[in-house]
Structure formats: structure tokens, C-alpha cells
């Protein structure tokens, strides 16, 4: 859209403590066939940095900065990314404002902004930093194109002094248009020059340090570890703890809407969420169990919008498969998807927003924080396989029963009943050795192709449901729709096809190298059991 932009911006920084001799330096540089280096304007602008109180922009990996120079603002989300060298590449997304625009309102605006409201929610945006920048620019050509430019950057931090502490001297180079290489030579050269030290941290970076910032995060993982010797009551709080800081580490990436992934892994944490509930239900109190219709309700708003991910990326991959008539005959219903998962985003991010979720993440983590109850003290090792085999059984009960024409009801069954078993094997896995861990590595193999079927089989009924709702698809949408239909059809027999033998080189061996290994730890924590005295009451 005009007025914005969206790239990946290459550069290498390198800090000064003299910018004089880099000046100097480049007004001299007798330019080559290569390059030529001209100087150019002097600029001043006004940077500020702004964050939630809860570090929102920074957890999905971005600061915001607003940019102010003479009439002219613009609103800048630039990556985070961590770097061992001078030369970096982060995206960069920069929306132009009006000068008076205040970011921390409401306003309707680019795609900046829209994110950042996706981001904050009903928080609001605080000023972190500012920071006033005095550049020389020198711009680097390659015959009659712009190879880059050379930016001397003289920063000063608005703190409580203006003081040495607060000055920042930075050489930046930055290439246009994948120009790096042609680069590389002249700022090897200009970095000898003048003894340029690489600059590791970036201009936000350096800010928050230098104004004591430190971003915050979830909460930590600290405590969600366990020995061997651990009760099935610290398992059980670590496993639920552990999903809860997954849950919300991901949050900010899911509101962000860049990387689906995010919202992925924020979804299976709440799935393991209420796996943990459902398996350690005999070991935990009632107030926690109560949370088990938010959880239900949460992993449904973000359910809608990641099977349209997954959706959109299957549509997509069609077009590799299709000739050129057929692709464009695709775009209406790609265009109906994405329309679909925006307003199933909207939805999203009002539930994330709304009291509800609040009250369950306030509610949740004050109950994980609790003590944990005494009567749940008997060892984890003991408990554990009964818990692990009677969710094998479950999962070998319905497996055994799928052969080449089960109905895709059924394979979907057994692909719950996978999930269930692997994520029982993964909670206990840090008090077993190798035997559930192989067995762990298999299981995820057929699961995948359980996973595989369902995408295929809910393809076929996303589309059936597309072409009867969406008036805005014509006859030749329909019509590519119909041989997509038809694929997925035969994708999906050929997947459950391939079924039987991969669940058959599950079982025997791996099964029995599993259960031997829960025997042996069985015993070995019934004998710990018997040898450790009882405790003596000394009243």
C-alpha cells in the first residue's frame, strides 16, 4: 500500500569512537571501476521506542520504533535477531504517518499498525526510549546504480544526563538490492581503515541497556524439571506449568500473524493442556480441573484459524500441480480462504482480548503456583505405567481394527488416540531412558500420517463446504475445485493404505522394549520404597 514497505534490510554495523577518520576516509576514496562513494545529505531525526508494559512487540521478536524528522514520521517494525558479527538481515515493515499521528491510538492504519493493535490487545503502548541521531550519508554506486549507502551515525539516549554514557558513534553500510557481495570488499577495507570494532548490539539493544530496560518475558520455566525420584504430583504441576509458559510465550507471535507457526505451537500447548488434565485428573484438585472448559473453549477459537492455515498452505501447493489456466482459475478461492481466516483471526484476537482469557491465565497460574497437595505423593515411577499402557491399549484397540477401506471416521479415531499416547509418553519421558524414547520416535511416524490423511480428508470437506456457501466462486473455480476434491480422495486412501504395516512396525519389539522398560523402573521405585524409612512422628 502506498506509504509503506516491506524488505529485508542488509547492512553492517560497526561501532566508532571516532567518526572524524571514517569522514575523512570516504570524502577521499578514489572510487575504482567498481564503486564510486559520494556524499550526500545531513539528516536529523527523532527515534522513539515504544513496547507494552507486558514487552509484547519485543516477545514476538520485533521492536517498534517511530521515527520523527521535520515534517515527516514514520512507524517501523524492525526484527530482533541475535548476531556474532558485524553484517545482520532483519525484516523491516515501515508505515508513513502524518507528523502529529500519535501511534498509541486507536487510529486506523497500514500494516504496522495493524499489527501492533493485533499485538497489544486492550494494552497500551508505552514509550520505552528516545534517542536523537545526527547522520552523514554517503551514497555507493555502481556505475549508474545505487549499490548502498554509508550512514555516520552520531546517537545521543535521552535519559536523566546527557553524558558520555548516553553518545553512540556507529558506522552502517547497507546494500540495496542484494548488492552484499559486490559490498563485502569495500567494508573490509573501510573497516581496516579506521579500525572499526563490529557493533553485536543493535540501536534498541543498546537503548534498553544503556536506560536499564530489561524486557520481561512468561513466566519461567523454573520448576518444571523433575528427577526420577519425582511424585506423580510434581509431575503432573511441572508437565501443566510447562505447556502454560509454551502457551504464552507463543501468544504474542499467534496475535502477530507473521508466522503460523506461532499460533501452531500456542495451540498444542493448550492440546497438552488438556491431555495433562484428562491423564492426571486423579492427582490433582478440583479448582484446576474447573479449567478445563476455557481450555476447551481457547483451543477452539485458535483450532479455526490454524486448520485455515493449514487449508491455505495446501490450496497454495495445488498451483504447483496445475497448468496456468487452472492457477488463475485457483485465485478466487485462495482469495475466499484468506477472507475466511481474517475474520476468523478477528475472532481470535477478541477471545485473546476478552475478560475470559484473562481471568483463565490469571486464574491458572495462581493455581500451578499453589503447594502441591500431600496426598500426591506416591512415586511418579509407580504410577506412570499404568497410565502409559492403559493409553497403549486404547490406541492399539482401535489401530488394530484399520485396514485398506476403514472409513476416514475411523482413522481419525485412531489419530486421537495416537495424540493421546504420545503426549502421556512425552510427560513422563525425562524418567525413562532409551526404550521410550525410541518407541516415542516411532509413534510420531505413524502419527504423522494419521496427520497426513486428516489434512487430506478435511480438504475434501473444506471444499465441498466452499463450493456451497461462497457465492463468489464461479464455474471454473468450481471445476479445479472438483480435481482438487478428487486428489485429496485418493491421497487419502492411499494414506490409509499405507497404515497397517506402518502400525505394524510399531508393535512387537518397540512395544516390548517399552514395557520392559516401565517394568524394570516399577520395581526399582517399589524397592527404593521398602528400603526408605518411614517417617517418625516426634510428638
Given at each position: 500500500?502506498?506509504?509503506?514497505?516491506?524488505?529485508?534490510?542488509?547492512?553492517?554495523?560497526?561501532?566508532?569512537?571516532?567518526?572524524?577518520?571514517?569522514?575523512?576516509?570516504?570524502?577521499?576514496?578514489?572510487?575504482?571501476?567498481?564503486?564510486?562513494?559520494?556524499?550526500?545529505?545531513?539528516?536529523?531525526?527523532?527515534?522513539?521506542?515504544?513496547?507494552?508494559?507486558?514487552?509484547?512487540?519485543?516477545?514476538?521478536?520485533?521492536?517498534?520504533?517511530?521515527r520523527r524528522r521535520n515534517d515527516a514520521a514514520e512507524l517501523t517494525l524492525k526484527a530482533?535477531?541475535?548476531?556474532?558479527?558485524?553484517?545482520?538481515?532483519?525484516?523491516?515493515?515501515?508505515?508513513?504517518?502524518?507528523?502529529?499521528?500519535?501511534?498509541?491510538?486507536?487510529?486506523?492504519?497500514?500494516?504496522?499498525?495493524?499489527?501492533?493493535?493485533?499485538?497489544?490487545?486492550?494494552?497500551?503502548?508505552?514509550?520505552?526510549?528516545?534517542?536523537?541521531?545526527?547522520?552523514?550519508?554517503?551514497?555507493?554506486?555502481?556505475?549508474?546504480?545505487?549499490?548502498?549507502?554509508?550512514?555516520?551515525?552520531?546517537?545521543?539516549?535521552?535519559?536523566?544526563?546527557?553524558?558520555?554514557?548516553?553518545?553512540?558513534?556507529?558506522?552502517?553500510?547497507?546494500?540495496?538490492?542484494?548488492?552484499?557481495?559486490?559490498?563485502?570488499?569495500?567494508?573490509?577495507?573501510?573497516?581496516?581503515?579506521?579500525?572499526?570494532?563490529?557493533?553485536?548490539?543493535?540501536?534498541?539493544?543498546?537503548?534498553?541497556?544503556?536506560?536499564?530496560?530489561?524486557?520481561?518475558?512468561?513466566?519461567?520455566?523454573?520448576?518444571?524439571?523433575?528427577?526420577?525420584?519425582?511424585?506423580?504430583?510434581?509431575?503432573?504441576?511441572?508437565?501443566?506449568?510447562?505447556?502454560?509458559?509454551?502457551?504464552?510465550?507463543?501468544?504474542?507471535?499467534?496475535?502477530?500473524?507473521?508466522?503460523?507457526?506461532?499460533?501452531?505451537?500456542?495451540?498444542?500447548?493448550?492440546?497438552?493442556?488438556?491431555?495433562?488434565?484428562?491423564?492426571?485428573?486423579?492427582?490433582?484438585?478440583?479448582?484446576?480441573?474447573?479449567?478445563?472448559?476455557?481450555?476447551?473453549?481457547?483451543?477452539?477459537?485458535?483450532?479455526?484459524?490454524?486448520?485455515?492455515?493449514?487449508?491455505?498452505?495446501?490450496?497454495?501447493?495445488?498451483?504447483?500441480?496445475?497448468?496456468?489456466?487452472?492457477?488463475?482459475?485457483?485465485?478466487?478461492?485462495?482469495?475466499?480462504?484468506?477472507?475466511?481466516?481474517?475474520?476468523?483471526?478477528?475472532?481470535?484476537?477478541?477471545?485473546?482480548?476478552?475478560?475470559?482469557?484473562?481471568?483463565?491465565?490469571?486464574?491458572?497460574?495462581?493455581?500451578?503456583?499453589?503447594?502441591?497437595?500431600?496426598?500426591?505423593?506416591?512415586?511418579?515411577?509407580?504410577?506412570?505405567?499404568?497410565?502409559?499402557?492403559?493409553?497403549?491399549?486404547?490406541?492399539?484397540?482401535?489401530?488394530?481394527?484399520?485396514?485398506?477401506?476403514?472409513?476416514?471416521?475411523?482413522?481419525?479415531?485412531?489419530?486421537?488416540?495416537?495424540?493421546?499416547?504420545?503426549?502421556?509418553?512425552?510427560?513422563?519421558?525425562?524418567?525413562?531412558?532409551?526404550?521410550?524414547?525410541?518407541?516415542?520416535?516411532?509413534?510420531?511416524?505413524?502419527?504423522?500420517?494419521?496427520?497426513?490423511?486428516?489434512?487430506?480428508?478435511?480438504?475434501?470437506?473444506?471444499?465441498?463446504?466452499?463450493?456451497?456457501?461462497?457465492?463468489?466462486?464461479?464455474?471454473?473455480?468450481?471445476?479445479?475445485?472438483?480435481?482438487?476434491?478428487?486428489?485429496?480422495?485418493?491421497?487419502?486412501?492411499?494414506?490409509?493404505?499405507?497404515?497397517?504395516?506402518?502400525?505394524?512396525?510399531?508393535?512387537?519389539?518397540?512395544?516390548?522394549?517399552?514395557?520392559?522398560?516401565?517394568?524394570?523402573?516399577?520395581?526399582?521405585?517399589?524397592?527404593?520404597?521398602?528400603?526408605?524409612?518411614?517417617?517418625?512422628?516426634?510428638?
Amino acid at each position: 500500500m502506498p506509504g509503506s514497505d516491506d524488505r529485508i534490510e542488509a547492512e553492517w554495523q560497526f561501532d566508532a569512537n571516532d567518526l572524524t577518520p571514517v569522514e575523512s576516509w570516504l570524502d577521499e576514496y578514489p572510487g575504482s571501476a567498481d564503486l564510486r562513494v559520494m556524499r550526500e545529505r545531513q539528516v536529523e531525526h527523532l527515534d522513539t521506542y515504544y513496547d507494552t508494559a507486558d514487552w509484547r512487540v519485543h516477545r514476538a521478536g520485533y521492536a517498534l520504533r517511530l521515527r520523527r524528522r521535520n515534517d515527516a514520521a514514520e512507524l517501523t517494525l524492525k526484527a530482533l535477531t541475535s548476531q556474532s558479527t558485524a553484517f545482520a538481515a532483519r525484516r523491516e515493515l515501515t508505515e508513513a504517518l502524518a507528523p502529529s499521528e500519535d501511534p498509541t491510538t486507536e487510529q486506523v492504519g497500514g500494516p504496522v499498525r495493524q499489527r501492533v493493535r493485533a499485538l497489544r490487545g486492550r494494552t497500551a503502548l508505552i514509550p520505552l526510549f528516545s534517542a536523537i541521531t545526527r547522520r552523514q550519508l554517503y551514497g555507493i554506486w555502481s556505475a549508474d546504480l545505487r549499490a548502498g549507502e554509508v550512514a555516520l551515525d552520531h546517537t545521543t539516549f535521552i535519559g536523566e544526563t546527557f553524558d558520555d554514557q548516553s553518545q553512540l558513534l556507529r558506522v552502517e553500510i547497507e546494500s540495496t538490492d542484494g548488492k552484499t557481495a559486490l559490498l563485502e570488499p569495500f567494508m573490509a577495507e573501510l573497516r581496516a581503515a579506521a579500525s572499526l570494532d563490529a557493533a553485536i548490539e543493535s540501536k534498541y539493544e543498546t537503548g534498553l541497556v544503556r536506560n536499564h530496560l530489561a524486557p520481561v518475558g512468561p513466566p519461567s520455566l523454573a520448576g518444571t524439571t523433575f528427577d526420577r525420584d519425582a511424585s506423580i504430583g510434581e509431575v503432573a504441576f511441572a508437565t501443566l506449568w510447562r505447556q502454560l509458559v509454551e502457551l504464552l510465550r507463543n501468544e504474542p507471535g499467534a496475535r502477530l500473524g507473521d508466522d503460523i507457526e506461532a499460533l501452531h505451537d500456542m495451540r498444542v500447548a493448550v492440546r497438552r493442556m488438556r491431555a495433562a488434565l484428562s491423564l492426571f485428573k486423579s492427582f490433582l484438585p478440583p479448582e484446576i480441573l474447573t479449567q478445563r472448559d476455557d481450555l476447551r473453549w481457547l483451543a477452539s477459537v485458535l483450532g479455526e484459524v490454524r486448520d485455515l492455515d493449514v487449508q491455505l498452505i495446501a490450496f497454495v501447493g495445488w498451483s504447483e500441480r496445475l497448468d496456468d489456466a487452472d492457477v488463475a482459475n485457483l485465485e478466487p478461492l485462495l482469495d475466499e480462504v484468506r477472507r475466511r481466516r481474517t475474520s476468523a483471526r478477528e475472532r481470535m484476537l477478541a477471545a485473546l482480548d476478552s475478560d475470559r482469557y484473562e481471568r483463565f491465565i490469571t486464574s491458572f497460574t495462581e493455581l500451578l503456583a499453589q503447594p502441591i497437595d500431600a496426598t500426591n505423593v506416591r512415586a511418579a515411577l509407580e504410577v506412570a505405567p499404568d497410565l502409559i499402557l492403559r493409553r497403549q491399549r486404547s490406541f492399539a484397540r482401535k489401530a488394530a481394527k484399520i485396514k485398506r477401506n476403514a472409513p476416514p471416521e475411523a482413522v481419525h479415531a485412531v489419530r486421537i488416540e495416537a495424540k493421546r499416547l504420545r503426549y502421556t509418553l512425552e510427560f513422563f519421558r525425562p524418567l525413562y531412558g532409551k526404550g521410550v524414547t525410541a518407541y516415542i520416535r516411532r509413534l510420531v511416524q505413524v502419527q504423522d500420517l494419521l496427520g497426513a490423511h486428516q489434512d487430506a480428508t478435511v480438504a475434501v470437506d473444506r471444499l465441498r463446504d466452499l463450493a456451497r456457501e461462497s457465492n463468489a466462486l464461479l464455474g471454473p473455480t468450481i471445476f479445479v475445485m472438483g480435481r482438487m476434491a478428487e486428489r485429496s480422495v485418493a491421497d487419502a486412501r492411499a494414506l490409509r493404505a499405507r497404515f497397517p504395516p506402518a502400525y505394524k512396525a510399531l508393535g512387537a519389539k518397540p512395544l516390548a522394549r517399552l514395557r520392559k522398560e516401565l517394568r524394570t523402573s516399577r520395581r526399582a521405585a517399589r524397592t527404593l520404597a521398602e528400603s526408605t524409612p518411614a517417617a517418625v512422628d516426634s510428638v
